[in-house]
């Protein structure tokens, strides 16, 4: 009896991915992932979570894609301009999570138009990719200056974490708003 019930657990695990391999991230996988609340100048503030379904590719569909709101700024009702700034970090399904990095390529709105927010206000994409190569170098430098080549690789690492990549929308107007549902098309790798 106690053999068909370390059996029968030994199944069941297996069937819930416990010690599945995860799948792979290549550079610059391209994911397409939904909104599953708004995210607005208006109601996002500075440290907010922001989570997304991954609709693409096959290989995560379903997973979650977690993030925060690093910045939110209003714009004036006239001639301002309004900017978000806002990570994705984290890749999550279950028990497992895949540190990564996302750039923004394109967003489609709840309506499906791209590139523009709910109001159809034309959207402005950056990211801080030269800001973090560079804070990879500075502390790749001073790691060496300080430890040696062994010094170099781990102010590397630390330039690199503090430097995770930003994606900046700016908008003129006084709000950037999306709705849930609203898609974001990224450009993901895994963070080691």
Known sequence: MKRIIALTTVLWLAGQGYGAELPKIEKDTEFRVKLLGPLSTQTNRKGDKITAQVVSPEAFAGWMMEGEV?????????????????TF???????????????????????????????????????????????TGAGALLGGILGGAKGAAIGAGVGGAASLLLIQVAAKGANVEFAAGSEVLLSVQERR
Request: hydrophobic share 35%; net charge positive; glycine share 10%.
């Open 70 to 86: 690093r910045e939110s700024k209003s714009g004036g009702k006239i001639s301002g301009t309004s900017v978000l700034n806002f």
């Open 89 to 135: 970090h984290t890749l999550v399904q279950g028990e497992q999570k895949i540190p990564v990095s996302a750039q923004i390529k394109s967003f489609f709105n709840s309506k499906g138009q791209a590139d523009v927010d709910e109001e159809g206000r034309v959207i402005q994409k950056k990211s801080n990719v030269g800001k973090a190569a560079i804070a």
